[in-house]
Structures are given as C-alpha cells and as structure tokens.
C-alpha cells in the first residue's frame, strides 16, 4: 500500500511538472485587498496553450507565508466556479514551502487558444502587529507580507500588483522601486516578464483602523424535536487578535474618547432567522441583559453586548441560544425521509472562526442519516446524546471545520427517516411508566405482608372477633325488645 501511495504521489507530481510548461501566462493582474481583517487576492490571468494538444488543468500557488491559512481558494471563469483541489506536492523547481493547487477547466483550452479567468484566495491570520503591543489610544499597525510577482510555474510575459488598504496612513512598503502610492493605494504596474517561480518579497507596514474580531472555538447543537422546534445553541470563545494591549485601561478615557477605544470592540452583531424566538444570552457568571433585539421580515438582528470591550489580546466566552420552527427548516422528501436544511456556522458576519464545531442532534430511531455539504474539507463523525426518556440515545453528526470565513457560511442538508412509531415512543414510555407506577400501587395495597403471627396476636384476633359477636348479639336483643314494647 505504501509502495502505491508513493506511486500516485510521484505519477500526480510529473504531471503538474508536465502542465507547468503547457501555459504562458501573457498577462496577470493581481489585487490584493487588506481592507478587512482578513486578506482577499484576486488574480486575473491571461493564459494561453502553447502545448500540442487541449489542456484542462492549471496549477496556482501561493508562498508558504499564505498557504496554510487560506481558507477559500476559488477559480472562476466569468463568474462560473472551476473544480480545485490541492496537490500534495508542488512541481519541480518551486520554492520551499509553497503550496498550490490544481484547477480543472470544464471546457478544455483548444491548442493555441487564450483563457482568461479570476483566482480568488481569501487568507486569514495573516497580518503581524507591529508594535505587537499598544497602549490605550494608541493606533494599530500592522505589516503585510507577500510576493511581489505572481508565484507561478508558468513563465509572465506581463504583469502588475494593487495594494488596496484600509487606510492611507502607511508607514513603509517594500519595494520602493517601480511602486506608485495614491491615498490608500499602492500599485505596481509595470512588473515586466518573469520566469517561472520568480521571488521578491512584498511587505507593505500600515494602520489597520478595524478590530481583529477572531472566534478562537465556535460549538453549534442544532437539536431537532418533531414536536414543533429545533433548538439551536452557539457557544464561542471569541478574542481580539490585534495589537495586545498593554499598560492600564481605562473606563472613563474608553466612554468619552474616541482614541480610547483603539482597536478594541464592545458588541458583535448576529443575524438570526426570522422566526427565531426564545433567546437567551449567557456566560460563566449568568444571564447577560446588555444586548438589543430587532425582528424584521426576513431577519432576526440581536446586538450581542460582551461584558467588557475586548481590547487587544483579550478574550471572553458566552453563549447564544434561540429555537426556531420546525416549518422552514425541515421538509418531506420523497420515500418517506425527511430534510433539515441549515446555516453551518456562525450568525456574525465580520469574524473568522479558528475551529469550527457543529453538532446536528437527530431524534432517538432517527436512521439512514446522509449529510450533504456545501464545501469539501469538512470532517464529519457520530456521536450520541442522552436526553429526557432516551434509552438507545440520539444520533449525533459532528462536523468539523478549522479556518472558516463567513462566506463559507452556507446551508447544509441532513437527510434521515424517521418514523411515526418512534414519534410516539417516547409518549407511549412515559405512559407505560405511570401505568406500571399506578398497578404497582394498587398491587401493594391489597398485599398482607405480615412474615409471622405470635400467640398474643392469636389472642387478640379472637377476642376481636368474640367481640364482634357479642356487639352483634346486643344489637339484635335491643331490636327485639323495642319491637315487643
């Protein structure tokens, strides 16, 4: 097995090394987006096939100060997504450390033709505070680091890279040379003809006005009851992955000066459902009533206050919880099995999730359970959770997800069947359990449980009865005297 592992590894890296000589890239594009707390590069590509024959993959990489940390890598020709997976092995002559991937074009690229099409990396953790540590009031910067070039196995005939920033307090960027800064914007125009892997670091230095809002860990159980409701509860670590704060805070300098806030937050926003009712909101301590409620037609908005701004390097946990309808989210289909269709992470839109947890608690009996996923790379494993009246437990379908932004928060389905017989079960078992409660009652009321009978006792059976008799007797005596007189 292993001598076959090998194998497909060394098959798979010959022909990337083969494909990487069958483009010319005549012309890249390459804008690289830092307005967010994450980074987005887009790179439109003009590629064309001066292999002999039609081509359908083509292989894109990033510096391994990127690759780990992207957490959605797309290729689109004119909007339309492009199968992409990653190669365990980068082609021959690439850098150290670099990673890349392998798009499969649905049409192939006619020998001698020209593709155009966009590569679009969205990268978190990536930037690095400098200064590491500020105090209260101080401004946030941070650097950015990247290639210059686009890092391709194919030769550049023409290319040209776009800083866009969030702000146009730049400290330094690097290098100088060919380098035009307009507010915040920093381009690089005329980058001429490059070989294959050409290399020069980038590192752009820059004042980053927005709070780095990270969920270190991100649980979701989605509990589905045939009753009426599927209850949902979201419990998160989240931090402030900026600049860490140093020195003293203070509440007075936070509440009535602009600069005092810095980089911190005091609030993250969800968007829930719009039939999400029975809200709650709590930490370790208890109830947390600092937060405001909207309900609108297509959205429940809550305003989820944290116990204390977060400045940077600090951290808090809390939990979020609502239920929602059955209606909406579960639906028939057809052979008698039944769909739950909902969102996979988190309900805030500015954070990335670090690790991402989502548990889907199915009814006891619940069978034949299949999930259908938005994205590849989510882990999926069983579990089981004992609830009220469980006996056997009720399924549980974990899945598992690291480096999540919220654009890959998107539906999923849970196909299972389940039937009427164990809808009742649990009312029925409930119902045999007072049933047996209440015989057993009457059973042990019509009982003598006397183990043994002493002569003193016999005595005093006898002498009752004896009584008894006489009383009798004395009744009947006076009866019939009366009837006499």
């Not at 989240?238 to 005092?260: C, D, M, V, W």
């Not at 002569?455 to 009866?479: H, P």
Request: hydrophobic residues 40%.
């Amino acid at each position: 097995m292993s001598r076959l592992c090998t194998v497909l590894v060394l098959a798979a890296w010959l022909v990337a090394s083969a494909a990487a000589a069958d483009f010319v890239i005549e012309n890249a594009s390459r804008r690289i987006n830092l307005k967010n707390t994450w980074a987005k590069a887009i790179d439109t590509i003009q590629a064309k096939n001066t292999a002999g024959s039609d081509l359908s993959n083509f292989v894109v990489c990033y510096p391994g100060s990127l690759a780990p940390r992207i957490a959605v890598l797309k290729v689109l020709i004119k909007k339309e997504k492009q199968d992409v997976k990653a190669l365990e092995q980068a082609p021959q002559g690439a850098p150290a450390d670099v990673g890349c991937h392998q798009a499969t074009f649905k049409s192939p690229v006619k020998a001698g033709a020209t593709i155009e099409f966009d590569v679009v990396a969205t990268v978190t953790g990536v930037f690095k505070p400098n200064p590491a540590k500020i105090g209260q009031g101080e401004k946030q910067y941070v650097e950015y680091y990247d290639n210059l070039y686009l890092l391709s196995p194919y030769e550049v005939t023409e290319q040209s890279s776009t800083v866009l920033l969030p702000t146009s307090d730049v400290k330094s960027y690097s290098p100088e040379d060919g380098a035009s800064k307009s507010g915040s914007k920093v381009s690089y125009t005329k980058l001429g003809r490059q070989a294959p892997w050409a290399l020069q670091q980038l590192k752009v230095h820059f004042h980053h006005d927005k709070p780095f809002k990270r969920i270190n860990s991100l649980v979701r159980e989605i509990e589905v009851s045939h009753w009426g409701n599927i209850y949902v509860e979201e419990t998160y670590e989240i931090q402030n992955a900026g600049a860490q704060h140093t020195g003293k805070f203070s509440r007075l300098l936070y509440a009535h000066s602009p600069e005092g806030k810095g980089n911190s937050f005091p609030d993250v926003v969800a968007h829930l459902p719009a039939a999400a009712h029975s809200l709650y909101y709590k930490d370790i301590i208890g109830n947390i009533s600092s937060s405001d409620t909207t309900h609108t037609t297509k959205e429940t908005v809550i305003e989820v206050r944290l116990r204390y701004p977060l400045m940077g390097g600090w951290k808090t946990d809390f939990t979020l919880g609502y239920s929602v309808p059955l209606e909406g989210f579960l639906y028939r289909r057809p052979k008698g099995k039944l769909r739950l269709l909902m969102e996979l992470s988190t309900s805030f839109n500015d954070v990335w999730v670090e690790q991402l947890t989502t548990r889907v608690v199915l009814p006891e009996g619940a069978q034949h359970i299949k999930a259908s996923l938005p994205f590849a790379g989510i882990e999926q494993s069983w579990d089981k959770k004992f609830t009220y009246l469980d006996t056997a437990g009720r399924p549980v379908l974990v899945l598992s997800k690291s480096n999540v932004v919220p654009e890959q928060n998107k539906p999923f389905a849970v196909d299972y069947s389940f039937t009427f017989t164990g809808m009742m079960r649990e009312p029925l078992l409930l119902i045999s359990v007072f049933a047996a409660f209440f015989a057993a009652v009457a059973v042990y009321n019509r009982l003598d449980f006397t183990i043994t009978r002493d002569e003193k006792w016999l005595e005093r059976q006898s002498l009752d009865k004896a009584l008894g008799v006489i009383q009798q007797l004395t009744k009947y005596w006076d009866s019939e005297c009366c009837c006499r007189c």
